[in-house]
């Protein structure tokens, strides 16, 4: 009998713009193909328990602004062990809004300051002059990637010695219009501003099945 893999996706129904769910419908498809199963479990509002170490890979997708005023009524309950599971090294995606949330705060185009899990040295701000939108090419340690931006919220790390970028740009903006960073890396945790979905980049979800199956390994044998 096939062994199953448990994704849960943080906030399903509240954060999924520009196709973000096709991230997880690629990597059930790439896993089914090495003979898994898979599970994905929607850890949303109405979620009364969840232990991030139960699954093996986390996905938090983007949202509208207004979506992400109302996961962070929700969020800081699951704030303990998302981070644990982060700082044990285990696999997570946060695309756009669910990248945002990694970090300290975001500040929205409305003037409102959205506290966020405050897990990693990030803030993403606000500034009038343009929203980032478009096509996205950048270069990664697996390769060249392709995707779409479309965000106003621009990402800031601060401390350039913990978290490093996931891929450098060649075309777009990514993480804002100046340092030249798409997305970021923290051990096995990616955020990245790529939609399209950013996994239609075979290499890139290559690696992301690599250590999601290492992680299932790890998992069951404890
Ligand atoms: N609302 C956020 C922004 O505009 C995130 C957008 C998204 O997740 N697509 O920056």
């Not at 096939?2 to 973000?20: F, Q, S």
């Not at 478009?134 to 990664?140: C, L, M, P, R, V």
């Not at 995707?147 to 993480?175: C, I, L, P, W």
Request: net charge negative.
């Amino acid at each position: 009998m096939a062994e199953t893999i448990k994704i849960a996706y943080l906030y399903e129904d509240l954060m999924n713009t520009y196709g973000d769910s096709g991230d997880v419908k690629i990597l059930s498809y790439l896993l089914k193909e090495k003979g898994y199963d898979t599970q994905v479990d929607n850890i949303s509002i109405d979620t009364d328990v969840f232990d991030a170490f139960d699954y093996d890979f986390l996905f938090f997708g983007g949202g509208q602004d207004f979506e992400q005023t109302v996961v962070a009524k929700d969020i800081m309950r699951h704030r303990e062990t998302i981070k644990d599971y982060i700082e044990d090294e285990r696999p997570m995606l946060g695309i756009c809004g669910g990248y945002q949330f990694l970090g300290t705060y975001y500040e929205t185009i409305g003037g409102d300051t959205i506290q966020c899990l405050n897990i990693l040295p990030i803030h993403t701000v606000f500034k009038a002059d343009s929203r980032m939108i478009g096509d996205t090419e950048f270069e990664t340690p697996w390769g060249i990637a392709r995707a779409f931006e479309n965000h106003s919220g621009r990402t800031y790390f601060d401390d350039n010695e913990t978290v490093e970028a996931f891929g450098k740009m060649v075309q777009g903006y990514g993480n804002n219009p100046e340092d030249g960073n798409e997305g970021l890396r923290y051990k096995n945790t990616f955020g990245s501003y790529s939609h399209g979905p950013l996994l239609k980049n075979e290499n890139i979800a290559n690696m992301f099945v690599e250590k999601i199956i290492e992680n299932h390994k790890t998992r069951v044998s404890e």
